[in-house]
């Protein structure tokens, strides 16, 4: 018999009955009830159940009565209902079976190392990993991989509506640096030379746009050899955008529109539009990162001012050694006991900070071990600085602001997944502006870019680039989502004389520019357009959607925390005829 599909295994209903039909796929679960054999056969598309009955054909029941897991069987029958009560309601095809008149058996298989049709069994990560082709096949990647598709597909057709053009950029480049190490590709033909991967398509795009081409898009693939993490890959996917004459306010509303777009179609439901605006100080003076969860509330607040007032002489350290003292009110917190007060305590004590202080609001008053270090009216004003109330746990962190900040970030997480304060299927879109250009690097004594050294300078700011660099804004942006970093981006620069002066500020030779972008510093000197754009993580975006822990739950075929591919065994060693071919020699470690 052929193994041409009529249906797939999650297409059949009620309306079939009757029919003819020939099945293709796995065998995810074999039951044997003393005469009739049931099969659960799955393909990617769902699961049908079909039925092999020893007085139909003898011969043909027995040989299903040897089918083992993970064969691949084709199967021709009628489709029939499963009568009164036996129906599944869990299944789309769950008011039906196949009565199997004829089967061919187009594969055997190794017992898998680990269950397929028990999704739920815990598997450790690396065995996964091995037998990617597995784990995809038990479900919970593969659902993944059909939201990353149609979150692809969404966009590209958004944005194609939005007159954006889906232009290719190279993969073999030239090594500019952007902060992550290359990965470098030896070449052939010009043995000691090297390509680089692109870390992303930055110049490439700016290009593009001085080329006229106006508006541009790229599913591309990107790649940065740097220390890994569950939000981190060493090869990862961006969805690439980029425009000429616009300015963020012209380019937010499509990146929102856009987003809505993918939301509409992965998971059924639209976004509230326009996104809540952030600069940067006002997001790191109120949540501490320039990433926020804004799920829930719970901001925190500074109260510098009343703590100089007090006598307590660890608020007053601090404050004299130039550093903050902020707090956060956890509300409903006054019952949490002591111990879980010094767990909190040595929770941000893994952040940095020394201590931590607390107020409980009692009925009665303020309770702590400190509250003898301020007087009744003071403990009153910060009350009602913390928006408290009876009933509120305050807490305290102080220290320089970098510490404290990153602290009660972490502290104010924390406590919002401990106490369930996150409707984890709520989506909190904002965007972030008015990053700082440059960063002091001790290490190099000199200014660093917050971004990259082809973001625009705050047009306000301008003058600052002489007086006080590190004073200066750059008209850059984030796209944050559910605490992560979505997107980031920025106006760039069109000038060729601000961007030699940034060249300038960053200390880089005229010899160091020509080398690393000679050719992108060229190109800038005719004639180009106001520009700007954005990157969206789309591993990151789907791993949210998906509600996934990891990246490596959202990809085929990811690399491990050790940037190793377990499945291939990649990297590996090549043959010495192919090193002698391209003239390097490998000095092992010893």
């Not at 009343?306 to 006598?311: F, Q, T």
């Not at 940095?352 to 400190?370: D, V």
């Not at 008209?475 to 970093?485: C, K, Q, T």
Request: hydrophobic fraction near 40%; proline fraction near 5%.
């Amino acid at each position: 018999m052929r193994y041409e599909r009529t249906h797939d295994c999650g297409t059949l209903t009620a309306k079939a009955i009757g029919k003819r039909v020939l099945l293709a796929g796995w065998v995810h679960r074999r039951r044997d009830h003393g005469g009739l054999i049931f099969i659960d056969l799955r393909d990617r598309f769902g699961v049908t159940q079909i039925v092999f009955h020893p007085e139909t054909d003898a011969a043909l029941h027995e040989r299903a009565g040897a089918l083992r897991s993970e064969w691949v069987i084709a199967v021709e029958g009628e489709v029939v209902s499963r009568g009164p009560g036996m129906s599944n309601p869990k299944l789309s095809t769950g008011e039906i079976e196949v009565n199997v008149t004829h089967m061919r058996l187009l594969s055997e298989a190794k017992t898998p190392p680990f269950s397929i049709c028990d999704e739920s069994l815990n598997v450790g990560e690396e065995l996964r990993l091995k037998y990617r082709y597995l784990d995809i096949r038990r479900g919970k990647v593969s659902r993944a991989l059909e939201v990353r598709h149609q979150a692809m597909l969404a966009a590209r057709n958004f944005l194609d509506q939005q007159n954006f053009l889906e232009i290719t950029t190279p993969v073999l480049g030239k090594s500019t640096p952007e902060g992550a190490r290359d990965y470098l590709v030896p070449s052939r033909v010009y043995p000691g030379n090297f390509f680089a991967l692109p870390q992303s398509p930055q110049l490439f795009k700016q290009i593009l746009m001085i080329s006229g081409m106006d508006r541009y898009f790229q599913i591309a693939t990107c790649f940065r050899d740097e220390d890994l993490r569950a939000d981190r890959q060493p090869e990862f996917s961006q969805i690439d955008i980029e425009m000429s004459f616009g300015r963020p306010e012209t380019l937010f509303p499509i990146i929102e529109q856009m987003m809505d777009a993918i939301f509409q179609k992965c998971l059924d439901r639209g976004l509230q539009t326009p996104f809540r605006h952030l600069t940067y100080a006002e997001a790191i003076e109120a949540y501490g990162t320039d990433k926020p969860d804004l799920r829930f509330e719970m901001p925190l607040v500074r109260i510098d001012a009343l703590a100089a007032r007090s006598e307590f002489s660890v608020f007053k350290e601090q404050l004299a050694l130039g550093g903050v003292i902020k707090g956060l009110c956890v509300k409903g917190g006054a019952s949490a006991s002591r111990k879980k007060i010094e767990e909190y305590t040595s929770f941000v004590g893994k952040q940095g900070a020394k201590g931590l202080a607390w107020i409980k609001i009692q009925p009665e008053g303020p309770t702590s071990s400190i509250v003898k270090f301020f007087d009744p009216d003071l403990l009153s004003e910060i009350v009602h600085t913390m928006n408290g109330e009876a009933g509120d746990l305050l807490l305290f962190v102080a220290s320089d602001a970098t510490t404290t900040n990153s602290a009660l970030d972490h502290l104010r997480r924390h406590i919002a997944h401990e106490m369930e304060l996150i409707e984890e299927d709520s989506f909190a879109l904002a965007w972030i502006t008015d990053f700082p250009l440059f960063t002091w690097d001790a290490e190099s004594d000199n200014f660093a870019c917050e971004h990259h050294p082809f973001t625009s300078p705050h047009a306000e700011d301008l003058a600052l680039l002489d007086s006080d660099p590190l004073q200066v804004r750059s008209s850059s942006y984030d796209l944050v989502l559910n605490g992560y970093e979505l997107g980031s981006g920025s106006q760039r620069i069109h000038d060729s004389d601000l961007q030699e002066k940034i060249f300038g500020l960053l200390k880089l030779s005229k010899a160091t520019i020509e080398e690393r972008f000679g050719f992108f510093t060229e190109a800038l000197r005719y004639g180009t357009p106001p520009h700007l754009g954005i990157a969206l993580g789309l591993d990151r975006l789907i791993m949210i959607l998906t509600g996934a822990k990891s990246l490596r739950e959202v990809i085929a075929f990811p690399k491990t925390q050790r940037a190793t591919d377990l499945m291939t065994e990649a990297p590996s060693a090549v043959m010495q005829e192919q090193l002698t071919e391209l003239k390097i020699h490998v000095e092992l470690p010893e």
